[in-house]
């Protein structure tokens, strides 16, 4: 079984301020672990992965997160935000095997304040 | 490359109508999932499917249903609406390696009256 906690349905941060959305999992193996952004009335488009290697991943428009196995956490963030940041962001979760069930967090939607 | 294509991008029904939904690949994937998305709420798994067999399965009634044809294109059937299966439906495609992150389409909108 698998399941994705995003704490903070929303978050408001300062244009220029660090963005900081949080991601517990839950996860019976090891986890695949991914963030997408999703504007409104769009898709989801895929920020950044996690699936084996290094835990510090790169993602599009300046973001990151970190896999931490201990805390079990894939936090996002960004050092400095942008108008064009607002959006809603998902945290998913899935894993290796036979077929690709994907589990999605509820999202967390993110207000910028000029 | 054109990316995942959905059709039509909106629908209106009434309760008891049944409904059709259409899914195009990314070029190369093979593998087609289906997922609903209620207003405020993250994306719901309905389907997978790879080479035409069905691979997985959420936790949706009977009345959803789905197909892939031999070009990897894929529908999504649901029969006898109600009010509550008003979403937004996603489909995404991917190589079959889950380590490959899914290609989203702009979805269905898909209102119940």
């Known amino acids: 079984a698998q399941s994705v906690t995003q704490l903070g349905s929303h978050v408001s941060v300062s244009e220029g301020a660090l963005v900081l959305l949080r991601c517990n999992y839950s996860?019976?193996?090891?986890?695949?672990l991914f963030w997408y952004v999703q504007y409104p009335n769009q898709g989801l488009q895929l920020l950044l992965k996690?699936?084996?290697?290094?835990?510090l991943v790169k993602g599009i428009n300046g973001f990151e997160a970190e896999f931490k196995k201990s805390e079990t956490s894939f936090h996002l963030t960004k050092p400095s935000a942008h108008m064009s940041d607002a959006a809603e962001y998902f945290c998913a979760v899935t894993h290796s095997g036979g077929y690709q069930k994907v589990t999605f967090g509820i999202g967390t939607k993110l207000q910028v304040i000029p | 490359d054109a990316g995942v294509t959905q059709s039509p991008t909106h629908l209106i029904k009434t309760r008891g109508q049944h409904v059709t939904l259409r899914c195009s690949p990314i070029s190369g994937h093979k593998s087609v999932s289906w997922y609903q998305q209620v207003l405020g709420q993250g994306p719901q798994f309905i389907f997978q499917?790879?080479?035409?067999?069905?691979?997985g399965r959420g936790n949706f009634p009977d009345r959803f249903s789905a197909r892939q044809f031999p070009n990897y294109s894929s529908e999504l059937n649901v029969n006898a609406l109600l009010l509550g299966d008003s979403a937004l439906y996603l489909c995404?495609?991917?190589?079959?390696?889950?380590?490959?992150?899914?290609?989203f389409g702009d979805g269905t909108r898909l209102s119940i009256l």
């Open positions: 995404a495609s991917s190589p079959m390696d889950s380590s490959q992150p899914q290609h």
């Open positions: 996860s019976s193996v090891p986890p695949y």
């Open positions: 499917y790879y080479e035409k067999e069905e691979r």
């Open positions: 996690y699936t084996t290697g290094a835990t």
